[in-house]
């Protein structure tokens, strides 16, 4: 390795840039393959002939010590530059050219001239796992740079740079175009490809009111989304950060190693000139300097670190620090929020309990007053049927935390909590019991319905809990602020048996300190700003990166980019086989 490529080296990991190679660095880089590859070929050489000519050992040794000269002083450099600027690869660099000088010395030019090409050919396999890691960063930047199709007050078209959207455009996405920013469906239906951002090879399904990122496919379909975030703020920005910060990071190990590299090093030297002592063998002593560079450690923890990251990425998985893929292995315990991650944290119908026979109109005739209110309730029913079935409203009245009353074509409508319809006069069948909340409608004076909503329970949560428990985390602990009663019946039907429900931001931190000074080591999954305290203090924080809070994915350890539970197995596992992989990697080595 020469002083410059050192350089490079230590640029790209020891100051982690977050930028791939330069030009000159790429030069230096072929530069040193090329040396090592003419070695090689001269090594190859110098062999076949002392094989078929070993009466002339001088032209054998001739073209040994030609191949050793070749890459003798990008090593020499390389090891008087980390004298100067020490680090775990500088401890390699320092040995490899102390043996290849004691090979020198012992005249063992095979030995001199194999060591360096085998380090060379380690470093240029692992800046190569670096430029992989960079280039897919890259890849995730185009997807960023697109046109848009904006749409102006008048209902005209232009196309413009989506860098230049701002919150609250609208844009029309057309059938093969990429959408331009982070959005909310407006109008229309469509299949995206989100593959590229959260993993997922199932198109998203879009549809009015759906949230959609910027980035994915439009497979089929006419779309018109407001915009809600860009740039740094939208999705893949926020992805790309994270990819560079746990690109920039170094595992565990590499840290401990480079804590204590100086005293390796002496140890090393006192060892070896003790075996020279005591044997009067040099070879012995030479083996003893090669056996001790960590080359296993130098070239295998931060190649399998980032191919660890750069596999999760490919499954909407997003890593902060390698230091969290180590740590993921060892967990015990999970603790889990409620609301937006075991359910998708928004209120859907759940059933319909009709006084008599069901009106013919009776979601439209909901959807079209529920969209006349502001209240989450009213929204919520917004969304049951599509605009264009929407039913016209006039005199439209929203009594302030009761309900909404308004004219229609049949008669005044009404929506709302029970009490609008004791002060309407409209007699009402019994309130039904439910967790819940719940709306009444009626029309022309008739009650029609109770309407019950509540948070659905997304349909994987109760299998991805069985596969933490099989991975060993069997202790699992519900969080969550929402009432006793409510939290009980979720944990009853996915299978946690630890409830604390109506939990403060501030509980939620003291029950994960509570874990840990127990001698657990949780995994804290949430989505929230009453999450962040708890994700920060938690060994491992993952937060669902779909619709989380901008303060919980800043104290996350882990983003999942899709809402799908299962892939914190996922993460458990991969942690586990790249621990493995780096154990098997340093026992070789």
């Given amino acids: 390795m020469s002083g410059e490529a050192v350089h490079t080296h230590d640029a790209v990991h020891s100051e982690a840039a977050g930028s791939l190679l330069s030009s000159?660095?790429?030069?230096?880089?072929?530069?040193?393959?090329t040396l090592a590859m003419l070695a090689l070929g001269l090594l190859g050489l110098g062999l076949i002939w002392r094989f078929i000519a070993p009466e002339q050992n001088g032209v054998s040794q001739l073209l040994l010590g030609a191949a050793s000269l070749l890459v003798a002083i990008p090593v020499i450099s390389a090891g008087w530059h980390s004298l100067r600027h020490p680090s775990l690869h500088g401890i390699?660099?320092?040995?490899?050219?102390?043996?290849?000088?004691?090979?020198?010395?012992?005249?063992?030019?095979?030995?001199?001239?194999?060591?360096?090409?085998?380090?060379?050919?380690?470093?240029?396999?692992?800046e190569r796992s670096v430029i992989g890691s960079q280039e897919a960063i890259e890849a995730l930047g185009r997807l960023t740079r697109s046109q848009a199709r904006l749409l102006s007050a008048d209902g005209s078209i232009r196309e413009v740079d989506n860098t230049t959207l701002k919150p609250g455009d609208q844009v029309e996405v057309r059938a093969g175009d990429r959408v331009p920013a982070d959005g909310r469906v407006?109008?229309?239906?469509?299949?995206?490809?989100?593959?590229?951002?959260?993993?997922?090879?199932?198109?998203?399904?879009?549809?009015?009111?759906?949230?959609?990122?910027?980035?994915?496919?439009?497979?089929?379909?006419?779309?018109?989304?407001?915009?809600?975030?860009i740039g740094d703020q939208s999705t893949l920005g926020k992805v790309i950060a994270l990819m560079q910060s746990a690109e920039r990071s170094k595992?565990?190990?590499?840290?401990?190693?480079?804590?204590?590299?100086?005293?390796?090093?002496?140890?090393?030297?006192?060892?070896?000139?003790?075996?020279?002592?005591?044997?009067?063998?040099?070879?012995?002593?030479?083996?003893?300097?090669?056996?001790?560079?960590?080359?296993?450690?130098?070239?295998?923890?931060?190649?399998t670190a980032i191919a660890g990251i750069a596999v999760a990425a490919r499954h909407g998985i997003l890593i902060r620090s390698s230091?969290?893929?180590?740590?993921?292995?060892?967990?015990?315990?999970?603790?889990?929020d409620k609301t937006g991650t075991l359910t998708y944290g928004r209120l859907r119908l759940q059933s319909v309990q009709a006084s008599g026979a069901e009106h013919p109109q009776l979601l439209e005739l909901a959807a079209s007053l529920g969209s006349a209110s502001s209240h989450p309730v009213s929204r919520a029913l917004a969304g049951l049927v599509d605009?264009?079935?929407?039913?016209?409203?006039?005199?439209?009245?929203?009594?302030?935390?009761?309900?909404?009353?308004?004219?229609?074509?049949?008669?005044?409508?009404?929506?709302?909590?029970?009490?609008?319809?004791?002060?309407?006069?409209?007699?009402?069948?019994?309130?039904?019991?439910?967790?819940?909340?719940?709306?009444?409608?009626?029309?022309?004076?008739?009650?029609?319905?109770?309407?019950?909503?509540?948070?659905?329970?997304?349909?994987?949560?109760?299998?991805?809990?069985?596969?933490?428990?099989?991975?060993?985390?069997?202790?699992?602990?519900?969080?969550?602020?929402?009432?006793?009663?409510?939290?009980?019946?979720?944990?009853?039907d996915i299978g946690i048996a630890d409830v604390h429900a109506q939990a403060l931001p501030e509980d939620k931190l003291n029950r994960v300190m509570g874990e840990i000074a127990s001698g657990f080591r949780p995994m804290v999954v949430g989505d929230g700003v009453n999450d962040s305290l708890a994700l920060k203090a938690g060994v491992v924080?993952?937060?669902?990166?779909?619709?989380?809070?901008?303060?919980?994915?800043?104290?996350?350890?882990?983003?999942?980019?899709?809402?799908?539970?299962?892939?914190?197995?996922?993460?458990?596992?991969?942690?586990?086989?790249?621990?493995?992989?780096?154990?098997?990697?340093?026992?070789?080595?």
């Avoid at 043996?99 to 396999?125: E, K, Y």
């Avoid at 993921?328 to 999970?334: K, Q």
Wanted: proline residues 4%.
């Fill in 24 to 33: 000159a660095e790429q030069r230096s880089a072929a530069r040193q393959l």
């Fill in 92 to 126: 390699t660099d320092q040995l490899i050219a102390l043996a290849m000088l004691g090979a020198w010395a012992t005249g063992d030019l095979m030995t001199a001239a194999l060591l360096p090409i085998i380090m060379i050919f380690g470093h240029v396999l692992e």
């Fill in 186 to 229: 407006l109008f229309g239906q469509a299949s995206l490809d989100t593959s590229s951002i959260t993993g997922e090879s199932v198109p998203l399904e879009a549809i009015v009111g759906v949230e959609v990122f910027g980035g994915a496919i439009n497979l089929d379909g006419l779309l018109r989304i407001e915009v809600t975030r």
């Fill in 251 to 303: 595992p565990p190990i590499t840290r401990l190693l480079e804590r204590y590299a100086g005293s390796y090093m002496v140890l090393v030297l006192l060892i070896a000139a003790l075996t020279w002592f005591i044997t009067q063998d040099a070879q012995a002593m030479l083996a003893v300097l090669v056996a001790a560079c960590p080359c296993a450690l130098v070239l295998s923890a931060p190649a």
């Fill in 323 to 336: 230091a969290f893929l180590e740590e993921l292995a060892d967990l015990n315990s999970l603790v889990v």
């Fill in 387 to 492: 605009n264009s079935r929407l039913l016209p409203l006039t005199d439209t009245r929203e009594r302030q935390g009761l309900g909404v009353v308004a004219a229609t074509e049949h008669g005044d409508a009404a929506l709302g909590r029970p009490e609008l319809f004791e002060q309407l006069g409209i007699a009402t069948p019994q309130v039904p019991a439910h967790d819940g909340p719940l709306a009444g409608l009626s029309l022309d004076g008739v009650f029609l319905a109770w309407l019950l909503l509540a948070d659905s329970v997304k349909p994987e949560a109760q299998a991805a809990l069985l596969e933490l428990r099989e991975l060993g985390m069997g202790r699992q602990l519900l969080l969550t602020g929402d009432r006793q009663s409510v939290a009980d019946n979720l944990a009853r």
């Fill in 541 to 589: 924080g993952v937060a669902m990166g779909a619709g989380g809070a901008d303060i919980a994915l800043a104290s996350a350890d882990i983003v999942l980019i899709g809402s799908d539970l299962r892939r914190l197995g996922t993460c458990v596992r991969l942690s586990r086989q790249c621990r493995q992989t780096l154990q098997v990697n340093v026992i070789i080595g």
